[in-house]
T-cell receptor
Framework: TQLLEQSPQFLSIQEGENLTVYCNSS?????LQWYRQEPGEGPVLLVTVVTGGEVKKLKRLTFQFGDARKDSSLHITAAQPGDTGLYLCAGERGGGSNYKLTFGKGTLLTVNP | NAGVTQTPKFQVLKTGQSMTLQCAQD?????MYWYRQDPGMGLRLIYYSASEGTTDKGEVPNGYNVSRLNKREFSLRLESAAPSQTSVYFC????????????FGPGTRLTVL
């Protein structure tokens, strides 16, 4: 059973379009992170959201953490070819002293020029 | 700073052979992790080390062993490789505090024939 479900799995759009990627779970997370991974490289952190209802903006990227801390979304405005990559959400369930992340399967985004 | 380094970058093994994947970080992080990434499966935690001298199993530990050699280095060993272990392996490190960032290495692409 996948703890974090990401949708869509694949997304191919034209430059300038807007898009939203979703990360959903039936479990509550103490925090949720979004990473981006480019081909042949490891994931790189984009943002961490901690508070239910929190919205964070990173240039053209807007991240939201659901009120119940079970889901999150990533919205990209006016996508550019440089946004192409695999977007991964990862949740931390909290508790104990060992902090581990559970990753979703990812959304592979292709932005065509 | 080099961040997280992994060796080798590519490896081809025959079934039954053994090998050790090396990982080192120069950020003075307490925690280190080994993940595998397979198509359509996202990142799955194999083993982690919350601090020097401790290691714990993750989601998919069978067929692997780890050693936290010192604070900088965390190695992953395949004693008898199987085709099911064909994957991309990522090492990561973090401060080990809640909501902290995990920094990933560039990955090792392993093929078991």
């Amino acid at each position: 059973t996948q703890l974090l479900e990401q949708s869509p799995q694949f997304l191919s759009i034209q430059e300038g379009e807007n898009l939203t990627v979703y990360c959903n779970s039936s479990s509550v997370f103490s925090s949720l992170q979004w990473y981006r991974q480019e081909p042949g490289e490891g994931p790189v952190l984009l943002v961490t959201v901690v508070t239910g209802g929190e919205v964070k903006k990173l240039k053209r990227l807007t991240f939201q953490f659901g009120d119940a801390r079970k889901d999150s979304s990533l919205h990209i405005t006016a996508a550019q070819p440089g946004d192409t990559g695999l977007y991964l959400c990862a949740g931390e369930r909290g508790g104990g002293s060992n902090y581990k992340l559970t990753f979703g399967k990812g959304t592979l985004l292709t932005v065509n020029p | 700073n080099a961040g997280v380094t992994q060796t080798p970058k590519f490896q081809v093994l025959k079934t039954g052979q053994s090998m050790t994947l090396q990982c080192a970080q120069d950020m003075n992080h307490n925690s280190m992790y080994w993940y595998r990434q397979d198509p359509g499966m996202g990142l799955r935690l194999i083993y982690y080390s919350a601090s020097e001298g401790t290691t714990d199993k993750g989601e998919v530990p069978n067929g692997y062993n780890v050693s936290r050699l010192n604070k900088r280095e965390f190695s992953l060993r395949l004693e008898s490789a199987a085709p099911s272990q064909t994957s991309v392996y990522f090492c990561a490190s973090s401060d080990g505090t809640e909501t902290d960032t995990q920094y990933f290495g560039p990955g090792t692409r392993l093929t078991v024939l």
